[in-house]
C-alpha cells in the first residue's frame, strides 16, 4: 500500500544500525550507499562511550536506489557483517503505511489524540483494530472506520490475553499502543512484542511508578507532573525510555488538576514518541535508547 499522506513529500528507504564502534563505520556505510546510487537525505551519528556502542539512521531516496528493498536488505546485510553486527540493523520502506493497534481501557483521551492525527495526516499510521477491556470507547473508534474488540477481564486474565493476543497477531503490527490499557502485560506477551509494544505512563518516571501516581505526587508536593512514553519490558514500568515531558504545577492544584494538566503531557508524549517509533528514529541497546 503506498501512502496517501499529502505531508509526506518523497519515499524513503531508511537504514538503522547499530554495531561495536570502531574506525571506519561512516566510510563503509557511505561507501555502500554511493556504490549503489543511494542519495542520503538524512544521516545521524551516535557512539555511546560507556558501552561502545554505534548508532546510525540513515535515509536514502528509494527511487535513487535501482533495485527493490529486498535486495537492499539482502545486500546491506553483508555489509552489517563486515561491520560485526548480524541481527541490530534495519531496512524499511515509508512507501508502507506502519501498522498499529491501540489497547484501551475506559479513559479516552489518548485514543482521542491518536485517531485525530491519523484522521488529519499528521501521524501516518495505519490503525488496524482497537482492543479494550471495557466497550465504552468501541464508539468513537468505530466513528473513525476503525474495527473495535471488546475483550473482557472477568477473572480469567490468562484468557482475555491470550484472546487480545490472537487479535493483535493477526495484524503483525509495527507497533502495539497501551494508550491508557490499565492491564499489565504478562511475560510472555512482552517478550513477543519487545521493541513494538509501547505504553504511556502518568509520571515522569522512575519516579512514582505503579497506580495512582498522581495521588503519589499530590502527596509530595511535587512542582512538576509529567508523562513517559516507554517500550514494555517484563519488569513494571521500567523498559527503555523514549519520550519523556513535564508540566508545572503548584500548591493550589488539586489531585484533579494534576491528572487534568497531567492528560495534555500524556497526550504529546504519547503521540510523540509513536511517531518516533513508526519513522524508525529510536535505536535501543540495553534499557536505553537512542533517538535520532
Known amino acids: 500500500m503506498t501512502r496517501d499522506n499529502p505531508l509526506v513529500h518523497e519515499r524513503q528507504y531508511v537504514i538503522t544500525f547499530g554495531c561495536p564502534d570502531r574506525k571506519g563505520i561512516v566510510s563503509r556505510i557511505s561507501s555502500f550507499l554511493a556504490e549503489i546510487g543511494g542519495w542520503i537525505v538524512e544521516a545521524a551519528y551516535h557512539t555511546d562511550p560507556d558501552t561502545g556502542w554505534f548508532f546510525t539512521r540513515q535515509a536514502v531516496k528509494a527511487d535513487s536506489v535501482p533495485f527493490d528493498i529486498d535486495e537492499l536488505r539482502a545486500r546491506f546485510a553483508g555489509v552489517a557483517r563486515s561491520l560485526g ?80 493476543a490472537k487479535l493483535v497477531d493477526e495484524h503483525d503490527p509495527h507497533a502495539v499502543v497501551l494508550a491508557r490499557f490499565m492491564r499489565i502485560l504478562p511475560p510472555e506477551l512482552c517478550e513477543a512484542w519487545a521493541g513494538r509494544a509501547i505504553n ?86 540495553g534499557n536505553r535508547t537512542v533517538v535520532f
Open 85 to 164: 553486527s548480524e541481527t541490530d540493523w534495519s531496512v524499511d520502506d515509508t512507501g508502507q503505511r506502519p501498522r498499529v493497534v491501540i489497547l484501551v481501557s475506559k479513559e479516552g483521551h489518548c485514543l482521542y489524540d491518536l485517531l485525530g492525527r491519523v484522521a488529519s495526516g499528521e501521524l501516518d499510521a495505519d490503525v488496524r483494530a482497537v482492543i479494550g477491556n471495557h466497550d465504552v470507547l468501541a464508539d468513537i473508534t468505530q466513528a473513525h472506520g476503525i474495527p473495535f474488540h471488546h475483550v473482557p477481564f472477568d477473572g480469567d486474565d490468562a484468557k482475555s490475553f491470550e484472546q487480545i
Open 200 to 285: 504511556i505512563h502518568h509520571s515522569f518516571l522512575p519516579s512514582f511508578v505503579g497506580a495512582r501516581p498522581y495521588h503519589q505526587a499530590y502527596a509530595r508536593g511535587v512542582k512538576l507532573v509529567g508523562a513517559t512514553c516507554h517500550y514494555v519490558t517484563p519488569e513494571l514500568d521500567a523498559g527503555p525510555i523514549i519520550e519523556q515531558d513535564v508540566i508545572r504545577v503548584d500548591h493550589r492544584d488539586t489531585v484533579s488538576d494534576m491528572v487534568r494538566k497531567g492528560r495534555d503531557i500524556e497526550k504529546v508524549t504519547l503521540a510523540r514518541g509513536l511517531r518516533w517509533h513508526l519513522e524508525r528514529r529510536v535505536l535501543v541497546h
